[in-house]
T-cell receptor
Framework: GENVEQHPSTLSVQEGDSAVIKCTYS??????FPWYKQELGKGPQLIID?????GEKKDQRIAVTLNKTAKHFSLHITETQPEDSAVYFC????????????FGTGTRLKVLA | NAGVTQTPKFQVLKTGQSMTLQCAQD?????MYWYRQDPGMGLRLIYY???????DKGEVPNGYNVSRLNKREFSLRLESAAPSQTSVYFC??????????????FGAGTRLSVL
């Protein structure tokens, strides 16, 4: 069945360093790839997304890249800050067309001051 | 603008008890979703409702029922709670407008423990 693998499960970086989280999806029909940030005690919030007709998208310190051929997409956070500490989820759209998504298993990012 | 509101935030049940998790959205979206979140397993879809009056099963529907009461409200019911249903439950609603398609808005979650 459809699957999204996310790595690593935990990631610790020093403040100011970069963080990279990678996801692989299985269904070549997936065409939309959002990233969500979940802070402690809260629901996930969309931070950036990318569609399959684009290879890269950037929003200030956050960027997402997509390699459709390899079915990989990645989240890049530069100049990390303590407030970036959270759990990050990737997701891939399900091709059924009813806005369903397959989520990755999450990455707990810790930014060490 | 509250977005997606879930109640309760926390609940402890005994095995076999029943309860209903409530969700309401004030964004006038057509679709609403229920997910469960378990350690190491990400978010898994339980049920969804594409529009008022319709509901469909997701990945893990067993042990749950849902009701789309009206456009705003989508409830999740556990008829006979089991320890395997200990989880954090999230309600979500995607923005249906064409230019903003697919962006999901999540509630703050309900943390449920079944003893």
């Amino acid at each position: 069945g459809e699957n999204v693998e996310q790595h690593p499960s935990t990631l610790s970086v020093q403040e100011g360093d970069s963080a990279v989280i990678k996801c692989t999806y299985s269904d070549s029909a997936s065409n939309y790839f959002p990233w969500y940030k979940q802070e402690l005690g809260k629901g996930p919030q969309l931070i950036i997304d990318i569609r399959s007709n684009v290879g890269e998208k950037k929003d200030q310190r956050i960027a997402v890249t997509l390699n459709k051929t390899a079915k990989h997409f990645s989240l890049h956070i530069t100049e990390t800050q303590p407030e970036d500490s959270a759990v990050y989820f990737c997701a891939a759209s399900s091709p059924s067309g009813t806005y369903k998504y397959i989520f990755g298993t999450g990455t707990r990012l810790k930014v060490l001051a | 603008n509250a977005g997606v509101t879930q109640t309760p935030k926390f609940q402890v049940l005994k095995t076999g008890q029943s309860m209903t998790l409530q969700c309401a959205q004030d964004m006038n979206h057509n679709s609403m979703y229920w997910y469960r979140q378990d350690p190491g397993m990400g978010l898994r879809l339980i049920y969804y409702s594409a529009s008022e009056g319709t509901t469909d099963k997701g990945e893990v529907p067993n042990g749950y029922n849902v009701s789309r009461l009206n456009k705003r409200e989508f409830s999740l019911r556990l008829e006979s709670a089991a320890p395997s249903q200990t989880s954090v439950y999230f309600c979500a609603s995607p923005n249906d407008r064409r230019e903003a398609k697919n962006i999901q808005y999540f509630g703050a979650g309900t943390r449920l423990s079944v003893l």
